[in-house]
């Protein structure tokens, strides 16, 4: 059976809002997380912030070794100057795929849904990566918002081009 849970897509004015702190973990937050983690096992995705199906709230689910987690408030921070740059996609950018420098090792902190605090080192450059592109979508940004207006430019009419027929 499939989520009636509906990805927004660029140009939804939600996917550049930052997003708002979560205060309490209640039953609300808990079924919206478990839609979430279906709708991402939907769609064959690694990850999936809130703002992304409409709820400007800082957390993000993410599939780490066929698990799911959820972060709640989560935070990025650098680890070593070391940059990757891999090609990423983005459920809010349907048909666009793009190179984006990104930090290869990141330390990682937010809260589950139990209420357990987690800090931890990422240093998988896939992971790290997946962790900086949700942490995106809670500051408003999208992956075209880390290259070059040049590309950003090159990115934007092509996401128009491929995606005129779906509108």
Not at 32 to 44: D, F, G, P, S, Y
Request: a positive charge; one cysteine or more; charged letters at 25%.
């Amino acid at each position: 059976m499939e989520s009636a849970m509906k990805i927004l897509t660029y140009p939804n004015p939600i996917l550049s809002m930052p997003a708002k702190v979560v205060d309490v973990v209640d039953n609300r937050v808990r079924d919206l997380a478990e839609q979430m983690i279906e709708r991402t096992k939907e769609v064959e995705g690694l990850g999936l912030a809130a703002c992304q199906i409409g709820e400007p709230l800082a957390m993000f689910i993410f599939k780490e070794n066929n698990e799911f987690w959820v972060a709640i408030n989560p935070n990025v921070m650098k680890v070593n100057s070391s940059i990757r740059v891999e090609e990423e996609g983005c459920l809010s950018l349907p048909g666009i795929r793009a190179k984006i420098p990104r930090f290869n090792q990141v330390s990682v902190n937010f809260t589950d849904l139990g209420g357990i605090w987690h800090l931890r080192p990422v240093d998988s450059g896939t992971m790290a990566q997946m962790f900086q592109h949700e942490m995106d979508h809670l500051n408003g940004k999208l992956m075209w918002d880390n290259v070059s207006s040049l590309n950003r430019d090159v990115l934007r009419r092509r996401y128009k081009k491929v995606n005129k027929f779906k509108r």
